[in-house]
């Protein structure tokens, strides 16, 4: 039974599928978004904007991995996320085991690949690429 919600207390709140799934009122019904048809010209921009990214991101590995990437004044975390984002692009989610107690490296490295466990690889890309370009906008 779906019971009428006031959308001015939740803002996030869709209700694009629920008229499949509920039976409301005419008037909420008439106020529902139509469902949007894929446009073939909007994959195309797809396919190159995940070009792009992918330019993006291997010059953002080559930055990093340069020895300029060596000295930025980067934080821990800020290299753990890189790491996860890396492992999670070319890897996937996080496998496996916890690493032991006594390799607290491989621990921080496991939990920051496990972090963003779920995420899709343009996501880890653009993260990835985002906390390389707060040290070398210029390059990218």
Same mark, same amino acid.
């Given at each position: 039974?779906?019971?009428?919600?006031?959308?001015?207390?939740?803002?996030?709140?869709?209700?694009?599928?629920?008229?499949?799934?509920?039976?409301?009122?005419?008037?909420?019904?008439?106020?529902?978004?139509?469902?949007?048809?894929?446009?073939?010209?909007?994959?195309?921009?797809?396919?190159?904007?995940?070009?792009?990214?992918?330019?993006?991101?291997?010059?953002?590995?080559?930055?990093?991995?340069?020895?300029?990437?060596?000295?930025?004044?980067?934080?821990?975390?800020?290299?753990?996320?890189?790491?996860?984002?890396?492992?999670?692009? +070319?890897?996937?989610?996080? $496998?496996?085991?916890?690493?032991? *107690?006594?390799?607290? &490296? @491989?621990?921080?490295?496991?939990? %920051?690949? +496990?972090?963003?466990?779920? $995420?899709?690889?343009?996501?880890? *890309?653009?993260?990835? &690429? @985002?906390?390389?370009?707060?040290? %070398?906008?210029?390059?990218?």
């Amino acid at each position: 039974m779906c019971i009428p919600v006031c959308l001015a207390t939740i803002p996030t709140f869709s209700l694009q599928n629920v008229s499949s799934h509920c039976t409301l009122p005419h008037e909420i019904k008439a106020g529902l978004p139509k469902p949007e048809t894929p446009d073939p010209q909007n994959r195309l921009n797809s396919s190159s904007m995940t070009a792009n990214l992918q330019e993006s991101f291997d010059k953002a590995v080559e930055l990093a991995s340069s020895p300029e990437g060596g000295k930025w004044p980067m934080s821990n975390e800020q290299k753990l996320t890189m790491y996860g984002c890396y492992k999670q692009i +070319n890897v996937g989610d996080c $496998t496996g085991s916890r690493p032991s *107690m006594f390799n607290p &490296v @491989a621990q921080k490295k496991f939990d %920051a690949w +496990n972090a963003i466990k779920g $995420t899709s690889k343009d996501e880890a *890309m653009m993260k990835y &690429v @985002a906390i390389v370009e707060t040290f %070398a906008p210029d390059e990218l």
